[in-house]
């Protein structure tokens, strides 16, 4: 019963908010080569460390684990997992593991498999990104501490068994269950790829990785191991990288591209949007999404509170939604609108140029100060930066913009005193999972503000992280209500800090060619961004 009113009212409470996308419906068919192009190339394909928009898409189907979406939903199903119960107290979790699934290497998938994942994305040596989601599981302070490398409170009883035991209530425990990082992974694997697991991934998805070339190309074939013999639609996915995003378009336009994953530069959203066939090309709906500026709180002057809340009050976010042609909102809290828990009645900064003034003068920099501005360099990206830039020398400020791959972003991000703002176009948030928890602990909780983090802002309150941690323990359905506004509250006491500009909540546009079927929502995923298992090729 626990686990009925866990997973309905989850559903319930994050579908009330998830945007309702019209597409046609065609009969899924099997079959079919396709074509997906980035300007970037990918940097890595292991779960454990993988943690930008590009590579979640493609690490989501080339792993399984315990939980899932159904597509194009935030419904929780089990995956990997045939069946589980939860505990009344909320603090035991046993799972069944569906018999017969084997890693692409041939090898069964096992108890100890899915124990022994979790257990190197939470090992510090790992340095991944997504430890802190596992903060629940009793033992995890040792193994983050680093004076364990097992987590006592993942039993493993038999090969198709797997319990674990919690430290604290976790609302969001069947959630983390199904995010990237829980993804299971063979540890022979690992270890034969001495480090290189990410260029060799073996898993137990719906595609396998046939080829990569460096720079170029990666290509996925179908998993003819997969558990559900229904899945993938699609033979072969070809991801073509450093491909600029208005040639991709064009490509697409001639029948060389099925989708160009980067969206639709927006000097030409109108004219591919009034075009005839626009409309069937187009797939545009809401997202749980914010972009933002990181302002890093161990960087001089970027330490002082009164410099960061200028900062706040410097920023055109009206502008930025001009660049964008208005497929974006101004944000004034990190939570997006369709978040449970976002705050309608918090106003944040306003944007007032001259406040910004008095207040750099009565933190001591009445003449503004030099400083960089980290973004990618995918338009329109560099053209936001400088649309910021412009922003902060109106209040003296003299930023430095330096418009690098995406990569080189998040490395500079995830090291600490290395990058004083970085605007995250491109890389801005998107839920991990439907839970205001997300917008917390990975980007502005003390978890993620660690080497290859992307808590950019290097902001962490131990105060607020008790706060959190007091709300996702409390996992009764009948309390999802009071959760969220207690989840809201901290979100709005986060911006007095001040550690981000939010700028925008930002609407996903993507194209795709004519011959690709299936409903909008899976082009635009909200657990997955593009859902390569469920898309297909018409016939």
């Known amino acids: 019963m626990f686990r009925r009113l866990l997973l309905t009212s989850t559903a319930a409470a994050m579908m009330a908010f998830l945007p309702s996308i019209a597409g046609a419906q065609d009969t899924p068919a099997k079959g079919g080569d396709i074509v997906v192009t980035y300007k970037d190339d990918i940097t890595t394909l292991d779960p454990a460390i993988g943690y930008d928009w590009v590579n979640w898409s493609m690490i989501k189907s080339l792993f399984s684990r315990l939980m899932d979406y159904e597509p194009g939903t935030a419904n929780l199903v089990p995956s990997l997992a045939e069946s589980f119960d939860v505990s009344a107290d909320g603090l ?106 990410g260029k060799k991934p073996v898993g137990s998805g719906t595609f396998i990785l046939k080829d990569w070339t460096i720079g170029q190309k990666l290509v996925f074939d179908r998993n003819p191991d997969y558990f559900n013999k229904d899945l993938p639609y699609i033979d072969k996915v070809t991801v073509e990288v450093g491909q600029e995003p208005l040639v991709a378009l064009l490509r697409l336009q001639k029948g060389e591209v099925d989708i160009a994953g980067d969206g639709i530069p927006p000097a030409k ?24 500026l990181t302002l890093n709180t161990k960087i001089k002057p970027l330490d002082d509170v009164k410099v960061r809340q200028a900062i706040n009050m410097a920023v055109n976010k009206e502008r930025i939604t001009r660049i964008l042609n208005g497929r974006a909102t101004p944000a004034n809290q990190p939570l997006p609108p369709l978040m449970p828990g976002y705050d309608k009645a918090f106003t944040g900064y306003a944007f007032d140029v001259e406040k910004a003034k008095a207040l750099l003068a009565e933190a001591g920099y009445p003449d503004g100060f030099e400083t960089v501005l980290y973004s990618t360099n995918t338009d329109p990206q560099p053209r936001i930066a400088q649309a910021i830039q412009q922003d902060l020398a109106a209040i003296g400020v003299k930023a430095e913009v330096r418009a690098l791959a995406q990569a080189n972003v998040i490395a500079a991000g995830g090291t600490e005193g290395e990058a004083p703002m970085i605007w995250s176009g491109g890389m801005a948030w998107i839920a991990d999972f439907p839970d205001p928890s997300n917008f917390y602990g990975p980007i502005l909780g003390c978890s993620g503000a660690v080497q290859g983090g992307w808590n950019w802002s290097w902001y962490c309150n131990e105060a607020l992280d008790k706060r959190a941690i007091e709300a996702d323990s409390m996992s009764d359905p ?43 929502n899976i082009y635009i995923d909200p657990t997955r961004v593009i859902n390569y298992d469920a898309i297909f090729v018409k016939q």
């Open 92 to 197: 035991t979790y046993t799972f069944k593991l569906r018999p017969g699934v084997k890693f692409s290497n041939g090898r069964a998938v096992v108890a100890s498999d899915v124990k022994y994942s979790i257990e190197r994305a939470v090992n510090p040596k790992t340095q991944g990104p997504g430890a802190g989601f596992f903060g629940a599981i009793a033992g995890f302070d040792a193994v983050s501490g680093g004076t364990s490398e097992t987590l006592s409170g993942i039993e493993t009883p038999d090969d198709q068994t797997v319990i674990f035991k919690l430290s604290r209530p976790d609302a969001t425990f069947l959630h983390v269950l199904a995010i990237n990082f829980a993804s299971v992974v063979p540890k022979e694997a690992v270890e034969a790829a001495a480090g290189d697991f």
């Open 478 to 520: 009948a309390k999802a209500t009071e959760r969220q506004a207690v989840w809201g509250k901290i979100f709005t006491d986060i911006m007095a800090d001040a550690p981000w500009v939010p700028v925008i909540n930002e609407r996903r546009v993507v194209a795709k060619s004519l011959r690709m079927g299936g409903p909008d």
């Open 269 to 292: 959203f109108l004219e591919i949007k009034n075009s005839p066939e626009g409309a069937q090309m187009i797939v545009d709906g809401e997202q749980l999404h914010t972009g933002y």
